[in-house]
């Protein structure tokens, strides 16, 4: 059974099939392992509150979980909180009444989850971090982490941008679009860019703004960009989506992706390595949304109360053009 606790955009889930409900309360339903509750025997339930579905790489990354737990025979309860941490914060209350074995969730932003994780870890419910970090200084109060390093991410965004630019004469003018602000990946990629750029004073970022991690805002900002900035040579993107609606408003002021503008982008979804193949983006760095199946084997283990690891990465890699186009025909999201 998988089951939606929050009311989800009905027209950005073409994935899910949808029982209406009442005042945004939805009810997805597949099949899963035989039944059972997180109290006792059948099932581990596992309460998961997603982020949203902000881009390609959300919908794969929610994909991978609803599948992996059918797979696994884990009862999964889920909620799509919009991009809102309150819509978060009441889906993990939900789950703490309703007595779930484990929580997972993907914070909305870093800061304010305190309070909701105590009130888990004083109901016994070990909590798992994925994809997103918080910034508690009590490590006690979630049992791991599961997903990337952001930092490094950005690190390798700027290492391709200086390698790329490493001889070019005079300023490298660059604009960014920044993922949701205050959360985990658009502080963390901006940081490690910052880090790697820095230490040459010709590359200057004129321009940072939240793009939101959707690719309407990344046209919408990129069109700002585009009209206050007179020279603008490289594009840093927080994700792809981003960089694929900024590619709309290149083209659309009658300049050249990946030519005219270089771009450089996190995720790796599949329209986006189409974009590298076809040369309107330039590099891409690749950030894994298939933690389903990860995610599972570490709720069997906190379940049945064992050690688990505090932090968890998953393998990344890096594409150009030529990987791009190798990578394309098996591409899964």
Known sequence: ?????????????????????????????????????????????????????????????????????????????????????????????????????????????????????????????????????????????????????????GKKAGQWLTKEFGSAPGDVNIVELQGTTGSAPANDRKKGFADVISAEPKFKVVASQTGEFTRAKGKEVMEAFLKSQPKIDVLYAHNDDMALGAIEAIEAAGKVPGKDIKIVSVDGVRDALQALADGKINHVVECNPLLGPQLMDLVKKVAAGEQVPPRIETAETEFDQAAAKAALPQRQY
Request: aromatic content about 6%.
């Open 1 to 153: 059974m998988i089951s939606a606790d929050l009311g989800v955009d009905v027209a950005r889930k073409p994935w899910t099939a949808i029982v209406a409900g009442v005042a945004g309360l939805l009810v997805l339903t597949a099949c899963g392992g035989g039944g059972g509750t997180g109290d006792g025997g059948g099932a581990i339930t596992l309460g998961f509150a997603q982020v949203g579905a902000e881009s390609g790489w959300r919908t794969a990354n929610t994909k991978s979980i609803q599948e992996s737990a059918k797979a696994a025979g884990i009862e999964l309860k889920f909620s799509d909180a919009q991009q809102k941490q309150e819509n978060q914060i009441t889906a993990i209350r939900s789950y703490i009444q309703q007595k779930v074995k484990v929580i997972a969730f993907s914070p909305v932003v870093e800061s304010g989850w305190d309070t909701v994780l105590k009130e888990a870890k004083t109901a016994n419910i070990p909590v798992i971090l994925t994809d997103r970090a918080v910034d508690s200084q009590d490590k006690t109060l979630y049992k791991t982490f599961l997903g990337s390093d952001f930092v490094a991410e």
